[in-house]
């Protein structure tokens, strides 16, 4: 298997002791640092404005629920076709909603998952985005609005989808491999 970096970047060393307790709280919460983390830190600041956005679009309070942000990263990553985020962000669909398939859903075809209107129409915006963003017009911001999105929700959507697609590209384009450890997450009983 590919090294997670394929650049072979070297980590910074030493870590500087912030984001060595930011590795320590993953390796806590998840069993492992991400490898998108170590990636990224081989240039310290690269690696903190990476988790500064990261952090703020998935985990702070927002119209979008943390599992509608989820899948919106899976739609867009597998329209993107990118294996790492396809991977690490499926099991955080699959975890968030308790459901073993929904990622696996998403990730194939969003259109065959059991999702709302709502969301069927932010996952229909981000593909539209993802694939043609010049093209977005008012009458699709309305058909969000139509669905109770309001301008607040709309721009998160749009920066969720915009931060995936650029680091589904940094991710394929480096040949970034996910942890092992992701492909059994939130799978059932055992997961």
Not at 157 to 186: C, K, T
Request: charged share 20%.
């Amino acid at each position: 298997m590919t090294d997670p970096t394929a650049l072979n970047l070297p980590q910074a060393d030493p870590l500087p002791a912030e984001t060595q307790r930011y590795f320590d709280i993953c390796t806590e919460k998840l069993g492992f640092v991400p490898n998108v983390l170590r990636a990224y830190a081989f240039d310290v600041a690269k690696l903190d404005a990476f988790t500064g956005m990261y952090n703020d679009l998935m985990l702070a309070p927002s119209g979008l629920s943390k599992l509608e942000r989820e899948m919106v990263a899976v739609t867009v990553s597998a329209e993107n076709r990118c294996f790492y985020c396809l991977v690490a962000h499926g099991a955080a669909v699959r975890q968030l909603s308790g459901d073993p398939a929904l990622g696996e859903m998403i990730a194939m075809n969003y259109r065959v998952a059991p999702i709302t209107p709502r969301q069927r129409a932010m996952l229909d915006f981000a593909v539209l985005m993802t694939r043609a963003s010049a093209t977005v017009s008012e009458a699709d911001r309305q058909g969000l609005r139509d669905h109770g999105l309001s301008e607040r929700d709309i721009f998160d959507l749009v920066a969720v989808a915009g931060f995936f697609n650029m680091s589904n590209r940094v991710a394929s384009a480096i040949a970034m491999q996910p942890n092992p450890e992701y492909h059994a997450q939130a799978r059932g009983p055992q997961g």
